[in-house]
């Protein structure tokens, strides 16, 4: 008869230790979970050859209902001198709930009170995660895009709560910068923890940093002042400027520079610095690596005070600036302290979702920030919890959603015409010749040759350059000419016209000088024909010719030769008066 062999396998897992697998474990455990089966629900649902582009993102990007988003429909924020509209206090609603918090009423003196946000039931699975049951029918779960396994997901609960802030997309020109600032009038820090007297503690403060291009700084001071005129708002320009101040530098007794600089800035309601400022602080916010202590240091090394003080908000305006995350102003900004973080963008994601990943680095949004390859794994193998999770951490209007809540004045176009000088006219209409011969057609547009071919790419791509290089010399005659990019310093009007008066005057030499040519090789051609009084009249019209252009050559170099001489003699007299007999 037959025999048979029953074979049991058992598969065991190792209790989470909550440090994530790398790609090369990945690789491993990717087998298992292919073999047991063992997927997320949400991961069959997405398409393998779908890839995940920009708009994934802005349709992701969460949208407060106009039912379930109206506690501040009626509030008056304190010292907010704006008027919010509708989708602006819905914003500054979410924002608050992100910052774990929500309105609960205005007290007598017109101060907001703000409670507590409830939090999810603790039967809400952290982000990624699905329940299972083993062989024994108990619970356990697993995340199938961190590629691990656990009985207990509280850690996970309490790792996503302890996020706060997130992403302020809002469209361009729905008001980024009033909903910040209403987010800082309305939640403010609690009593601060009181500080260690250990020199390596935090300072804590009740101040919002906000980095900014250095375009758009004097324009958050300007919105600032114009919408929350009683905040206490500073720039701050950098470590090296301030040690450079003599005011910073008026020493107290016992007190450091960093010590000062500490003090100044957690005393302000706002600071203002900037990407470049970060960027050079990357120096001055990480330790300096350990050395040989043979030689004594000769100067004291400066520390950031921003890595010193535990901020209580920090917002990046334009904050695709750090989007691939390895750059000096996002190191710092990772660093920074913080209770509350915010990525203000309009463009958080333009061609690549990769530049994502930054944000959520500076978000310190684990285990994304510090396991590059789970975002990686989302991106590719786990497409379907990409709108899930931005959906969690990010908002966005646009105008078409909000146009029937926004007011805005009437618009008017106002046209002026701007005539070229005859300058700009001759130089343009040159361009245009040229560029036209070259495209194979007439000054009227008609084909120079029968099998002329408008859609022919080659032609196609000529006439788009063309069109660019004509634009370009509407703005300026040196433009548009293909050397640009070398241009340093672009010549006045005045100055390019004397400039075409030289390149007219050798073209029109180079072409006498042929003509001349011509005519001399013309009469030695009859020089030996019977024709030889012929070819003496053609040399002698030749000599009448080029006599006067002869005299003007000499007295050009002559004049060349004197001025080369005075400066000479000019030189040798400063030479000698620089040292009297």
């Not at 470590?239 to 003599?246: E, G, L, Q």
């Amino acid at each position: 008869g037959m025999h048979h062999i029953h074979f049991t396998l058992t598969v065991n897992f190792n209790e989470a230790t909550y440090a994530l697998r790398n790609a090369r474990q990945r690789g491993i455990s990717q087998h298992v979970i292919d073999v047991l089966r063992i997927h997320g629900p949400n991961q069959s649902l997405a398409d393998p050859n779908t890839a995940i582009s920009p708009s994934s993102f802005y349709q992701a990007a969460f949208v407060p209902s106009r039912q379930d988003f109206n506690d501040l429909k009626d509030v008056v924020i304190p010292d907010l001198e704006a008027t919010l509209y509708p989708f602006q206090r819905r914003a500054v609603q979410w924002l608050l709930m992100k910052e774990g918090v929500k309105y609960d009423g205005t007290d007598p003196d017109g101060i907001l009170q703000l409670t507590d946000c409830p939090q999810p039931p603790t039967a809400t699975l952290p982000f990624s995660f699905h329940s299972l049951s083993d062989v024994n029918g108990q619970r356990y779960y697993m995340s199938d895009l961190y590629h691990l396994v656990t009985r207990d997901v509280a850690p996970f609960q309490q790792a996503e709560k302890s996020l706060r802030g997130g992403i302020l997309a809002e469209e361009m020109g729905l008001g980024k910068t009033v909903e910040i600032i209403s987010l800082i009038l309305t939640h403010e820090r609690g009593p601060l923890p009181r500080t260690k007297s250990d020199s390596h503690a935090l300072r804590p403060t009740s101040a919002t940093l906000i980095v900014t291009p250095e375009t758009l700084q004097n324009q958050w001071l300007s919105e600032f002042n114009k919408h929350a005129p009683n905040l206490l708002v500073m720039k701050y320009p950098g470590i090296k400027v301030w040690a450079k101040d003599k005011a910073m530098n008026v020493e107290k007794e016992g007190e450091s520079l960093l010590a000062r600089c500490i003090a100044k800035l957690a005393n302000c309601d706002v600071i203002i610095t900037t990407y470049s400022v970060l960027q050079a602080e990357l120096h001055f916010a990480v330790a300096p690596p350990a050395r040989s202590m043979r030689y004594e240091k000769r100067h004291e090394r400066h520390t950031s005070p921003l890595v010193q003080i535990d901020w209580w908000r920090i917002c990046l305006d334009e904050a695709q600036q750090i989007d691939t995350g390895v750059s000096s102003a996002a190191k710092v900004a990772y660093l920074i302290p913080r209770i509350n973080a915010w990525a203000v963008t309009g463009t958080p994601v333009k061609d690549d979702p990769n530049d994502l990943w930054g944000l959520l680095l500076f978000l310190q949004y684990e285990p994304f920030a510090s396991y590059q390859v789970v975002w990686k794994a989302l991106l590719h193998t786990h497409k379907a919890l990409f709108g899930p999770l931005f959906n969690r951490i990010a908002i966005r209007h646009s105008k078409r959603a909000v146009r029937d809540e926004l007011r805005l004045p009437s618009q008017r176009r106002h046209i002026v015409t701007m005539p070229f000088t005859a300058i700009e006219e001759h130089h343009y209409q040159s361009q245009f010749k040229a560029l036209v011969v070259r495209a194979g057609l007439s000054e009227q547009g008609t084909p120079l040759e029968a099998d002329w071919d408008p859609d022919d790419p080659l032609v196609v791509e000529y006439m788009k350059k063309a069109l660019a290089c004509l634009r370009q010399t509407i703005l300026h005659p040196e433009l548009g000419s293909g050397a640009a990019a070398k241009v340093s310093v672009y010549k006045t009007l005045a100055e390019h016209l004397e400039t075409m008066i030289e390149h007219s005057e050798a073209s029109i030499k180079s072409y006498q000088r042929s003509y001349l040519i011509a005519k001399l090789s013309k009469g030695q051609l009859l020089e030996n024909t019977p024709r030889v009084k012929e070819a003496l009249q053609i040399w002698d019209e030749v000599r009448e010719e080029v006599e006067p252009i002869v005299f003007d050559a000499r007295e050009e170099l002559n004049r060349v030769l004197e001025v080369a001489r005075q400066e000479q003699s000019n030189g040798v007299v400063r030479q000698d008066g620089d040292s009297p007999d």
